[in-house]
């Protein structure tokens, strides 16, 4: 089984501030690590995920996220938020026989650009 | 391409009844998964169907059933209605065999009620 924590249920930030958003887990297996997005009255969308290779993996607008298996962490980062960064982010796990298909969650993180 | 379908959108039912949602996937994805969404438990996966087979199933007790019909619609369906199944409830779809993106594309959601 597998667990998804995400250390910060809302962050605040000014815009063009960096943002930091925090995510654990534990699995007994080797899973794939995701980030999904959800825009205010939008459905959920693929930020990026992380399958294997280089731990450094990042997204066409600007978001990049490290996976770290010490720490089994896979924290999210951005140098500069905009206005239209604002937005639900959640963290994801999936073991790897089920493609992306069987995703376990955290709770999400609510981020607030504030101008 | 359209996106993900689902309908309805919105659903009020009493204790007891039972409920039939559906998605449409988008045209040529084969893989259809259902969450569910709550304010107390977030998202939690329920279970995916693949060319008409459930290929992995969640931790919901067996009030909670689906189906995938061979144009790969799907359907969810909860019987014996409780008050702790409102949620919003999430079709997402992806190609499934022979694809490596390990994306999902999410619907906007049924949101049912339960009184």
């Known amino acids: 089984a597998q667990s998804v924590t995400q250390l910060d249920s809302q962050v605040p930030v000014f815009e063009e501030a960096p943002v930091e958003l925090r995510c654990n887990y534990s699995?007994?297996?080797?899973?794939?690590l995701f980030w999904y997005v959800q825009y205010p009255n939008q459905g959920l969308q693929l930020l990026l995920k992380?399958?294997?290779?280089?731990?450094l993996v990042e997204s066409i607008n600007g978001f990049e996220a490290e996976f770290n298996k010490s720490q089994t962490s896979f924290h999210l980062r951005k140098p500069s938020v905009h206005i239209s960064d604002t937005a639900e982010y959640f963290c994801?796990?999936?073991?790897?026989?089920?493609?992306?298909?069987?995703?376990?969650f955290g709770g999400g993180t609510r981020v607030l650009v504030k101008p | 391409k359209a996106g993900v379908t689902q309908t309805p959108r919105y659903l009020i039912k009493t204790r007891g009844q039972q409920v039939t949602l559906s998605c449409s996937p988008i045209?040529?994805?084969?893989?259809v998964s259902w969450y569910q969404q709550t304010p107390g438990q977030g998202l939690q996966f329920l279970f995916e169907?693949?060319?008409?087979?459930?290929?992995n199933k969640g931790n919901f007790p067996g009030r909670f059933s689906g189906r995938q019909f061979s144009n790969s619609r799907s359907e969810m369906n909860v019987s014996t209605l409780e008050l702790g199944d409102s949620a919003l409830y999430l079709c997402?779809?992806?190609?499934?065999?022979?694809?490596?993106?390990?994306?999902?594309?999410f619907g906007p959601g049924t949101r049912l009620t339960v009184t």
């Open positions: 045209s040529g994805h084969r893989s």
């Open positions: 994801a796990v999936s073991p790897p026989e089920a493609a992306g298909n069987k995703l376990t």
């Open positions: 699995s007994s297996v080797s899973v794939y």
């Open positions: 992380y399958l294997s290779g280089s731990t």
């Open positions: 169907y693949f060319s008409e087979t459930q290929r």
């Open positions: 997402a779809s992806s190609p499934g065999a022979g694809s490596y993106s390990y994306e999902q594309y």
